[in-house]
């Protein structure tokens, strides 16, 4: 792809954690690389942390602190894909690959200040462009930026795809490409469900409601950027490159398929309830913001219908604030004058998505008798147009998965 600042063609590639987790990984990814320079492009290489090295350096950081300081934790969680792209640049170095990597501030990508869950807010490219006039390959680290005090950001726990399409973006690319360990966007987690089957083409739309509701294989935030800069993404398999892949577009690019698409879960959810709460105006304001100051993000909220003037407040959060989101409620009970606060960090969820959804009946009906069927007690419903989300027991999420992709029929071509 032509930038029109620059008069040669380039393009952006991103390599995931387990593309890159050990040394002959990384000299693996360095042949996909080769084969782009070969044909006269100039790579962007976006590169993870190797491996599980992120999930090291944040057990790391808790021998330090159980609540470690943010902006240093930051700092922190960068240097993982600073090891990447170092090595990276040397074997392509060694390869006699003209090569230069960049951390985050030296490629120019500015977030706001939100420590672990930053924004990008922009790219300033004149650096990158300037490498890429010298150099065949610019390998980024990933996952990291600057915020307007200088200090280090990163984006959120898979968000190196984020940065792959934001990169795209500011070179003025209509694509990219992102390299995982699976060949491309299945219908379930092909790691759960062994009759999962590479999508050939999903809408940016589908595909946001996917990540959002559990398919890690993209950072939700990469979406929304792709469906900004109207970015088409390529998800392919580093480990069987011929492979196909998955092409995220936009709707518009593609033919109508009205049916279910796909599958997502989650096995990483705490349920918190809020009993007895007075049923008067104002009650939900007093329990969300307490949870929002904190910067715990809330995700499905059910409130009960009232039975004397009493109501309960049940919602869930990540396992990995569930402690704090606890706490936080029970410091309210008093001041909103509820009884009590229950909860357990052993939930899960399942949820089927598709746009053929919005105007067809039925696929509630099927979606219940399916779990019911195997004896799934669901716990929580919630729906968005194209999306129905099932809050069940952890333990039960791998069948609920299998069994739902059976009752839609998604192996079926
Ligand atoms: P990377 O290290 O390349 O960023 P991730 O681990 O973040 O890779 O994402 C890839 C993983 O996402 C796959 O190994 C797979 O287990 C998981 N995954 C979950 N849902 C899906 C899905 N619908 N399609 C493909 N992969 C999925
Ligand atoms: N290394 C980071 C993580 O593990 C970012 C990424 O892989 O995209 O979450
Ligand atoms: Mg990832």
């Known amino acids: 792809m032509l930038n029109k600042n620059i008069n040669f063609p380039i393009t952006v590639i991103k390599f995931g954690g387990s593309s890159v987790a050990d040394a002959d990984k990384i000299k693996n990814i ?19 942390a190797m491996g599980r090295s992120t999930n090291k350096l944040i057990e790391l950081s808790k021998e330090m602190s159980e609540d470690p300081n943010a902006r240093e934790l930051d700092v ?32 120019g990508i500015r977030t706001d200040d939100k420590y672990g869950r930053a924004k990008i807010a922009d790219i300033d490219t004149t650096r990158i462009n300037r490498e890429l006039k010298n150099n065949d390959v610019v390998v980024v680290a990933g996952f990291q930026g600057f915020s307007d005090r200088n200090d280090v950001t990163t984006l959120g ?14 070179l003025k690319l209509k694509n990219c490409e992102i ?3 699976v060949s491309g966007v299945y219908t379930a987690d ?52 011929k ?8 709707e518009s690019k593609m033919e109508n398929i009205n049916k279910v698409r796909g599958i997502a879960h989650q096995e990483k959810i705490g349920k918190i309830t809020i009993k007895g709460i007075p049923d008067k105006p104002g009650i939900a304001s007093s329990v969300f913001k307490p949870l929002s100051k904190e910067n715990i993000p809330v995700d499905t909220i059910v409130q009960n219908s009232s039975s004397n003037n009493l ?37 899960g969820s399942v949820s089927v998505i598709g746009t053929g959804m919005t105007s067809t009946p039925g696929y509630a009906a099927t979606m219940f008798e399916a779990l019911s069927k195997e004896n799934i007690n669901i716990e929580i419903i ?32």
Do not use: W
């Open 30 to 48: 360095a042949k996909i690389i080769k084969i782009k320079t070969e044909a006269r492009l100039k790579a962007v290489v976006i590169v993870s």
């Open 76 to 107: 922190l969680l960068s240097t993982g894909e600073l090891v990447t792209s170092t090595l990276l640049s040397m074997h392509l170095n060694h390869l006699n690959i003209k090569t230069i990597s960049l951390n985050g501030i030296q490629a």
């Open 157 to 170: 726990r898979g968000g190196s795809d984020t940065t792959a399409v934001a990169m795209a973006a500011a």
């Open 179 to 181: 390299y995982t360990d």
């Open 190 to 241: 092909p790691r759960l469900c062994e009759r999962a089957k590479p999508i050939e083409r999903i809408g940016y739309e589908e595909m946001l409601e996917l990540a959002i509701t559990g398919a890690k294989v993209l950072h939700p935030r990469s979406i929304e950027v792709a469906s900004f800069n109207n970015i088409d993404i390529l998800v392919k398999n580093t480990f069987d490159p």
């Open 243 to 250: 492979a196909k892949g998955t092409i995220i577009q936009s």
């Open 311 to 347: 109501t309960d407040v049940t919602f869930t959060v990540t396992t990995e604030d569930y402690q704090k989101a606890k706490i936080v409620a029970g410091s309210m009970i008093k001041k909103i004058g509820a009884s009590e606060v229950t909860g357990t960090d052993d939930i």
């Open 382 to 413: 919630s729906t968005s147009e194209i999306r129905i989300t099932c809050v069940i027991k952890k333990i039960r999420v791998n069948d609920a998965v299998n069994a739902l992709h059976n009752a839609f029929k998604l192996d079926i071509e």
